[in-house]
Structures are given as C-alpha cells and as structure tokens.
C-alpha cells in the first residue's frame, strides 16, 4: 500500500524553461554592470560552457549549497566574456533573477488538482529537493503550495543532496513510512530515480519531451508519465 507520496520539485512541479526569460534578463544585466557590451548569445554561451564546468564539478559531491554552485557559474560566465567579476555584481544579480522568477513562474498544469487529490485520499504528501532553504521559502511562496504539503526537504536541510541516500532516508523519517510505502516523483535519471530506486522505493519519472524518449542505461524507473495528473491513475 502506499502511504507517501514524495515530489522533487524543479522540473516535476514547475518547469526551468518558465524562468528562462528572467534568466537571460539577469545575465545580460550582469554582463553590462560589468562595461560588456556583448550581445546575449555570447554571453549565453559563456554561461552554458561555464554551467557544465560547475555542474561536472559539484554534481559527484555528496552535499554542497546551491548558492555557492550558482554564484560560481555565474563568475564563471564573467571570467568566460574575459572580465573577473565583482562580488558585489554578483549579488545583485542573484536578487535580480530571484525577482524575475516571480514575474515568471508557472505550476505544470494540474499539479495543484493532483495535489488535492492526494491529500484527500489521506496521504502523506512531501517535498524532496536539491536547494538551499532560502530559495526554498522563496519559491514555495512564489508556487503558493505549501499549504498542500505535509513535509518539506531541502538538501541544506538534510545534509545531503540527492541521489545520496542520506537524503532520501530523513524524507521516509519524514513521512513515517518505509521504502516500499512510498511513491518518489521526480524529472531526472541520475539524482531523482537512481535515489529513490536504491532505496527501494517505487519511483515515477515525469518525462514532458515529445521529440524524444527517455535514455536508459542502468537507471530505470518504476513507472513513467508525461502529466502529473497521471499519478492518479497510478494510485
């Protein structure tokens, strides 16, 4: 029987590509507070080599904040467009995106039915997420879905960022279930599935491309759909 269900929640809940014109607006605003005067496809492909590099990086550590891999790529991008950034530019910057996430950010349709559905079958409805605990709070007011979960996890909060297990395990603590009462929602192979599965949960990749189908190799999930809404069914 399952007694949880447990959400990532960037890229499951709301898509990245919603926050990509606040995206670009940051950067763009980053590259002239700096006297750049490229134009935005040079400084976006600065931004996306110097994103590999951090992510190939901070992705095989066990734990790491969100701020300092973020604050990271953006110097790197500055450092890419040939200037060293400036501290204080790269806090502004950071403010400013947050902003222009607000402006833009968008639930996955049915997500707030679905997650009513659930909640009035009676279960445990959870949080599970690779973020720091400020942008948490930032987003969950910006998303106004709070009040739909029982349980919110941060990796800050846990110490651990998925797919170690560390955090997995103080999310079932959480829910006051086992692995196998629990159903693990996520949108990526290596961190969200690969997770779940090795602790022996039922896991669901949420997989929204049309042009293309998921690629496994040695990570494969329990179940796959395309629209939250699908969980249901599931149930």
């Given at each position: 029987?399952?007694?949880?269900?447990?959400f990532d929640f960037g890229g499951t809940l709301y898509d990245y590509a919603t926050l990509a014109p606040g995206d670009a607006e940051s950067i763009l605003a980053l590259?002239?507070?700096a006297g750049l005067a490229a134009e935005l496809p040079e400084i976006?492909?600065?931004?996306?080599?110097a994103m590999r590099a951090v992510f190939r990086d901070y992705l095989p550590r066990r734990y790491y904040l969100h701020r300092d891999l973020f604050r990271d790529a953006a110097a790197g991008t500055m450092r890419g467009l040939g200037v060293e950034p400036d501290?204080?530019?790269?806090d502004r910057f950071r403010d400013l995106q947050w902003a222009l996430h607000k402006r833009d950010f968008q639930l996955r349709p049915g997500v707030v039915e679905t997650l009513q559905a659930l909640r009035e079958r009676g279960l445990h409805i959870g949080m599970v997420s690779n973020i720091?605990?400020?942008q948490l709070a930032h987003l969950l007011e910006v998303a106004g879905v709070r009040p739909y979960f029982d349980s919110l996890l941060s990796s800050e909060a846990a110490g651990a960022c998925k797919p170690h297990a560390a955090i997995f395990e103080e999310a079932l603590r959480r829910a006051g279930c086992a692995p196998g009462e629990a159903l693990f929602v996520g949108d990526t192979l290596a961190q969200?599935?690969?997770g779940a599965n090795a602790m022996g949960m039922r896991s669901v990749l949420i997989w929204h491309r049309d042009d293309k189908q998921p690629s496994y190799a040695e990570i494969r999930p329990?179940?796959?759909i395309r629209r939250i809404p699908e969980l249901l069914e599931l149930l």
């Open positions: 029987m399952t007694r949880a269900v447990l590259a002239r507070w976006r492909r600065a931004q996306r080599e501290a204080e530019h790269l720091d605990e400020d969200d599935i690969a329990t179940h796959v």
